[in-house]
């Protein structure tokens, strides 16, 4: 039963990655990778081995040791569209009869890099002017998040009107 569990969350974290959901994508490879989850063995022994190399290969997105590199570069390419490959999409593409273009990336990766900056980088250089390497570092930084926010109004998934309806009729 937990090892359905595991497959069934893993199969939920790849259709983030095709629908290129990066934020919930992030959430559930966590979430795997968490110590109280990966430590029972048991029950992923019984997850197939189709799966494990789905997960294997949804956490080489987010290897912590090159600060992230890949998943920015993933991240990057996708958003902008430049060189994208469709092939993983044609799957996809039977379920909702197109190709996503937006993207919901994870935030929390660029909120660092700005957090990370404004702490290690002077405001004012040692000449007390204004430190205007720092300010282009942190245009850089939104202008990213304003043109993930601009790929998002591409982000079009067709209704689910039973989904829909489950969502709201569930007490909170």
């Known amino acids: 039963s937990r090892g359905m569990c595991i497959s069934k969350w893993i199969d939920i974290a790849h259709h983030c990655r095709l629908l290129k959901n990066f934020s919930s994508l992030k959430a559930i490879v966590f979430g795997l990778q968490s110590s109280s989850v990966f430590r029972i063995s048991k029950s992923w022994s019984t997850v197939s081995n189709e799966r494990l190399s789905i997960f294997k290969e949804l956490n080489e997105l987010f290897p912590s040791d090159s600060n992230f590199q890949l998943f920015r570069d993933v991240v990057n390419k996708e958003a902008t569209g430049k060189r994208v490959d469709v092939s993983p999409y044609k799957k996809l593409r039977q379920y909702h ?10 935030l929390g990766t660029f909120l660092t890099d700005l957090t990370m900056l404004h702490n290690a980088v002077p405001d ?40 829909r309806h489950w969502i709201y009729s569930t007490p909170l």
């Open 97 to 106: 009869g197109t190709v996503v273009i937006g993207i919901v990336p994870y």
């Open 124 to 163: 004012k250089c040692k000449d007390g002017l204004i430190n205007f390497e720092k300010r282009r570092q942190e245009f850089e930084i939104l202008a990213k998040i304003s043109l993930f926010q601009t790929a998002c109004t591409n982000y079009n998934i067709p209704s689910n009107p039973s989904l």
